[in-house]
């Protein structure tokens, strides 16, 4: 099985450049996250998803957006690019297990820079 | 109230020595404490995880200790070792929210 798969592994984007990083997933979980990674900040929640067509707003949504047409793909688009948005993305699913047992299976991420 | 804090920030241990990273939350509705463990270049992956219901877990070197009237929980890694070296974070959930807070991760060097 490959988990979860994210593409681009790497992206420079210039302000206000828009790109969509993709993620997807084949093990049929329902529940997809995304996060962003700074520095000595932990992960911070930007999306979430709990099935196909239900997605919901994280902790730091603003200036992305989110889509989940299938159960395995959960795309994040970046419109409008800033230096803020510079960061390391990970994507994460988990299964159905009950009270949030079994963990999330995050990908390898996409280290972004925005300059 | 929905925090996970999260200490240190950095660790640095003796080839043999135990490693003890700390968490406390606020939030008594959390009902399920991982820990992940990240390696430079990959994605955070799932180490270990403990209930409130009981006081220790125990797996191989990894042990987790959850104290629940002082609301913490922390991770000791036993003979600890230069594989041992990575990011740990601890994280909180409970039911119905579908989404696991974070803490802000502890840097884990292990000196060989």
């Known amino acids: 099985n490959a988990g979860v798969t994210q593409t681009p592994k790497f992206r420079i984007l210039k302000i206000g450049q828009s790109m969509t990083l993709q993620c997807t997933q084949d093990?049929?979980?329902?529940?997809m996250y995304w996060y962003r990674q700074d520095p000595g900040m932990g992960l911070k929640l930007i999306y979430y998803?709990?099935?196909?067509?239900?997605?919901d707003k994280g902790e730091v949504p603003n200036g992305y957006n989110v889509s989940r047409s299938t159960t395995e793909d959960f795309p994040l688009r970046l419109e409008l690019a800033a230096p803020s948005q510079t960061s390391v993305y990970f994507c994460?699913?988990?299964?159905?297990?009950?009270?949030?047992?079994?963990?999330?299976?995050f990908g390898s991420g996409t280290r972004l820079t925005v300059v | 109230q929905q925090q996970v804090k999260q200490s240190p920030q950095s660790l640095i241990v003796q080839k043999g020595g135990i490693s003890i990273i700390n968490c406390a939350y606020e939030n008594t509705a959390f009902d399920y404490f991982p820990w992940y463990q990240q390696f430079p270049g990959k994605g955070p992956a799932l180490l270990i995880a403990?209930?409130?219901?009981?006081s220790e877990k125990k797996e191989g070197r990894f042990t987790i200790s959850f104290n629940k009237s002082a609301k913490q929980f922390s991770l000791h890694i036993m003979d600890s070792q230069p594989g041992d070296s990575a990011t740990y974070f601890c994280?909180?959930?409970?039911?119905?929210?579908?989404?696991?807070?974070f803490g802000t991760g502890t840097r884990l060097k292990v000196l060989a």
């Open positions: 403990i209930r409130p219901d009981v």
């Open positions: 093990m049929n979980h329902n529940y």
């Open positions: 994460a699913s988990r299964g159905p297990a009950e009270q949030g047992s079994g963990g999330y299976t």
């Open positions: 998803s709990v099935g196909a067509g239900i997605t």
């Open positions: 994280a909180a959930y409970f039911s119905g929210t579908y989404k696991y807070i």
